[in-house]
């Protein structure tokens, strides 16, 4: 049984991804704003604010078999009326506090025979959207470190990154909250349809597993081919 920290693990992808491991592994998830009400099996839930200097990460175990991080925000604004806070909250949610959970992390990875690690993007780092200036900027970044990471701590630590298209989560509940919106935004993708959490978590359970042992410092776009087919 391999064991995995799910940062932001309440809701979404992180839950979808949370609930396939822990069918046949051991899940330490972590929330902030929002603990689940319920948990799968061979699971527990644990409190971390990722803006905090320090992270406490004391309740894992000695050896970490992956680590996936979940923590997302989607600010969608025209550019001219964005501030210099925008830009840099969104960033410290999404890559400094991916970067400090991987250095927190990174001693109990190496006690797995092989660790796997991976991020989240966005298609829009990809395809450009308008007012997606502030997510483009981070995950770009996540991006960029998803390949740094993967070259420096080969072939130790694989690292990985999936940039999806719109799925249907909490997160994105209001460029769904219609049967109209939702059609509109299906017709924009090639497969005419919008992606599910579970469709994007099989492929991070992909990139956990022996399945994926050959594949580190890729971005795996899980979009209904709107990044790459017209």
Not at 128 to 143: L, M, P, Q, T, Y
Not at 162 to 168: F, G
Request: one cysteine or more; hydrophobic letters at 40%.
């Amino acid at each position: 049984m391999n064991q995995y920290l799910i940062v932001g693990h309440s809701s979404g992808i992180g839950q979808a991804i949370a609930q396939k491991l822990s069918a046949e592994h051991r899940v330490y998830g972590t929330h902030c704003k929002h603990q689940p009400q319920t948990l799968p099996q061979n699971t527990t839930t644990h409190f971390l604010d990722v803006l905090q200097p320090d992270p406490d990460l004391g309740f894992l175990p000695p050896a970490l078999d992956g680590l996936v991080y979940c923590p997302g925000a989607i600010l969608l604004r025209p550019f001219a009326r964005l501030s210099e806070a925008d830009f840099l909250n969104d960033y410290k949610l999404q890559v400094l506090g991916a970067i400090k959970v991987i250095q927190a992390c990174l001693p109990r990875l190496k006690n797995s025979p092989q660790p796997g690690i991976v991020l989240f993007s966005t298609v829009a780092v990809q395809t450009g959207f308008n007012f997606h200036s502030v997510v483009s900027a981070s995950k770009g970044a996540i991006e960029g470190l998803t390949r740094a990471l993967a070259a420096e701590l080969s072939p130790t630590i694989r690292v990985n990154c999936i940039a999806p298209s719109l799925t249907h989560t909490p997160m994105t509940q209001a460029l769904l909250s219609t049967p109209e919106k939702i059609e509109a935004q299906a017709q924009r993708h090639p497969l005419k349809k919008i992606g599910s959490p579970d469709q994007v978590a099989d492929a991070a359970v992909f990139l956990l597993q022996d399945s994926s042992a050959w594949v580190t410092g890729q971005i795996l776009r899980v979009d209904g081919g709107i990044s790459s087919i017209r």
